[in-house]
């Protein structure tokens, strides 16, 4: 798989419940950076000449468009909540009108780009693909697009291989997304990633994992070392418990990461990798 990067969003803690160790993370200056272009954004058209403060229509607004839930923008615009990676490139895609988040970067305020420079790094590799969020609801809606697109992120897919697996439906979708420079020709019998380089939302990230997961993840070979590796675990654990979790899982994450991004590294292996802590709740 390519860069894509692992976002949580369970970081995304009330202040006041989140203990003193655990908020060092998070600048406070960040904090009101986001909360002051918010508040500029939601009181810019007010409703009425008598309303004070933001307006709840242009928040509600937002929410739907940037697919952020109007208690988090709330939560944000209150400094009670310290933003992502990924939340913060919804919220200024949005406050600045901006698809592309390599053309986005360089417009960000000083301190949410320098935040997203070390959180968010396949933003600062030099090229000439786009890199938009807004059609990632076309490969979420079609797990088949999905899993081709995923294939191609590993290097060149041959057109066979595909008809293969996929039959003449699957080259009907190679077609369609080499249309949306999704997808390229690299040869007259092989495709790979286009122009256009999808920004990962979070829903596309648990999409991809599921999908990859439930069609090449071999159990059989569980059983013998070196093919593949399982690890499953429950337990009810305390709130500094859970958040060491987090950070074990986010560090063992980006050290693969940073082993595969070395040339001695690239192979003929395409592998995939699928990483989730999340809690069990009775009401979701």
């Not at 070196?226 to 994450?253: M, P, R, T």
């Not at 082993?259 to 979701?284: N, W």
Request: glycine content about 4%; hydrophobic content about 40%; charged content about 25%.
């Amino acid at each position: 798989m390519y860069e894509w990067q692992e976002f949580r969003s369970s970081l995304e803690t009330p202040k006041r419940t989140t203990p003193r160790r655990a908020r060092t993370r998070r600048s406070p200056t960040l904090m009101a950076q986001v909360a002051a272009d918010l508040a500029a954004y939601l009181t810019a058209s007010k409703e009425s000449d008598h309303q004070s403060g933001p307006s709840p229509r242009r928040l509600n607004f937002m929410a739907r468009k940037t697919g952020l839930h109007a208690e988090t923008l709330h939560r944000l615009l209150q400094q009670q909540t310290s933003p992502t990676a990924v939340t913060l490139l919804k919220i200024y895609r949005h406050l600045l009108g901006v698809q592309d988040d390599r053309e986005l970067l360089p417009r960000l305020p000083e301190l949410a780009r320098g935040f997203l420079k070390t959180q968010h790094p396949i933003l600062m590799q030099e090229s000439r693909r786009s890199l938009r969020e807004d059609l990632a609801e076309k490969l979420i809606a079609n797990p088949v697009a999905l899993e081709i697109y995923l294939w191609c992120g590993t290097g060149p897919v041959k057109r066979s291989a595909l008809r293969a697996r996929f039959g003449v439906y699957g080259l009907q979708i190679v077609d369609d997304l080499i249309h949306d420079q999704i997808l390229m020709e690299v040869s007259a019998h092989e495709v790979a990633w286009g122009q256009v380089e999808i920004s990962p939302t979070l829903e596309l990230l648990h999409r991809a994992g599921l999908r990859l997961a439930e069609q090449y993840v071999r159990p059989h070979l569980g059983y013998e070392t070196s093919h593949n590796h399982f690890g499953f675990f429950v337990e009810a654990l305390s709130h500094e418990a859970y958040q060491a979790w987090l950070k074990i899982d986010a560090e063992a994450y980006r050290q693969k990461i940073e082993l595969a991004q070395k040339p001695q590294s690239r192979g003929q292996i395409r592998s995939f990798t699928y990483s989730v802590v999340d809690q069990i709740s009775e009401s979701l």
